[in-house]
């Protein structure tokens, strides 16, 4: 019993050394305990529920020291009414004002930060009147002439000391300007609150520090000559970021529908459709019609002519609105290089005038063997009658 009892009187004496250490702490004055007026509510509810804590904590400890004594249904009862009371205030505690807290450290700071500087104001003041009073005696006692120039300076320190407090009272909590700009302007901003509170400033306009820059050329030749050099450098970059979109880009181009009103001519009766040149020839003409608000005239019958020429010679490799240009070429060059010079037929030709088709594939089947043997019969005998004409 004695081993169980050691440790709630060790924190017992434990409890009394901490009241009595506070107590000496505490001011003397009573009246510096009563809470203020205009003070922060969360921290009275604070002190609230830590005083409650420690009274139910002490108490729990006290039937814990008296569980020898009384019933032993009614200990429990009050004891785990205790409990639940620790846990309900632990809860309020944790949940509700640790929080709360959190949220409003930053006005805390503030009204802490006044009232320390009030204080410090206070002391400050009642050091300089100590002072004051102090050299008013002895100069009172040395010289009537030195007692009422010492009281001036002395009136006047105070009062530039008042002044110099009153104001950085008020400026204690003020917004930080330089905080809400950046760059040029926040250093500016910064250096110059650095400079009214060193009290180096002159007050002398300095004005900004500005890049030197060339001044315009108003020469209509050079003017020109600018014009055509940034042309040509804005052909350039086109050509190059034309050529990049086209032959190196993965996005998806877009491109007229086929069957679409600017791929049919003439109401379809030219065969061949709209290309890349054309489109942008019309496009070109659409918007000067718009934006001039006239109609261009149509073309004259001799670029008629030349159109539809161009048009045969292109639509020729057109079909289904692509351009197979490669394909025909290469076609036209295979039949240039196997045709031959003064035969009547080509190589091809020759080819296709030998060939015999089957029903399921060209001649080396074996069934054309029959015609082939009548072919050669007849030739036999009209060679045969030419020889007996030529004899008569």
Do not use: C
């Amino acid at each position: 019993m004695a081993v169980e009892v050691k440790p709630i009187h060790e924190l017992l004496s434990t409890i009394t050394d901490a009241f009595t250490a506070a107590k000496d702490a505490f001011p003397e004055d009573t009246a510096s305990f009563v809470p203020p007026t205009d003070g922060i509510s969360l921290l009275d509810v604070k002190n609230d529920l830590l005083l409650s804590y420690l009274q139910h904590l002490v108490f729990l400890i006290l039937l814990r020291l008296k569980n020898g004594s009384g019933s032993a249904a009614s200990q429990a009862n009050l004891g785990n009414n205790v409990i639940k009371k620790l846990i309900e205030l632990r809860a309020y505690f944790d949940r509700g004002v640790r929080p709360l807290e959190g949220r409003l450290r930053y006005q805390i700071d503030k009204v802490l930060r006044a009232a320390e500087d009030a204080g410090r104001s206070a002391a400050s003041k009642a050091q300089v009147n100590g002072a004051s009073k102090k050299a008013k005696k002895i100069s009172r006692r040395t010289d009537n002439d030195s007692d009422v120039s010492a009281s001036d300076s002395d009136a006047e320190e105070d009062s530039d000391a008042s002044e110099a407090e009153d104001s950085d009272d008020e400026n204690a909590l003020r917004p930080n300007i330089s905080a809400l700009a950046s760059g040029p302007l926040a250093n500016s901003a910064a250096k110059n609150a650095r400079d009214r509170q060193s009290g180096t400033r002159d007050g002398i306009y300095k004005p900004p520090r500005l890049n030197p820059t060339a001044m315009p050329n108003t020469s209509t030749r050079s003017r020109e000559e600018a014009e055509d050099t940034r042309a040509a450098r804005r052909r350039k970059n086109a050509l190059l970021d034309e050529y990049i979109n086209e032959e190196h880009s993965s996005a998806p181009a877009a491109q007229p529908s086929i069957g679409s009103n600017n791929t049919i001519l003439d109401r379809g009766r030219q065969h061949s459709s709209l290309n890349t040149r054309d489109r942008d020839r019309e496009r070109e003409r659409r918007q000067y019609e718009e934006s001039n608000f006239t109609r261009l005239p149509g073309a004259s019958k001799a670029e008629k002519r030349k159109d539809k020429a161009r048009q045969m010679r292109e639509g020729r490799d057109m079909f289904g609105g692509e351009d197979w240009t490669g394909l025909g070429g290469f076609g036209d060059r295979v039949s240039r290089t196997v045709a031959g010079g003064r035969e009547k037929g080509s190589v091809l030709d020759r080819r296709e005038k030998r060939k015999r088709d089957t029903t399921d594939m060209p001649r080396g089947d074996g069934v054309g063997i029959g015609e082939s043997f009548e072919k050669r019969r007849r030739v036999v005998q009209g060679r045969d009658q030419r020889k007996r004409g030529g004899r008569r």
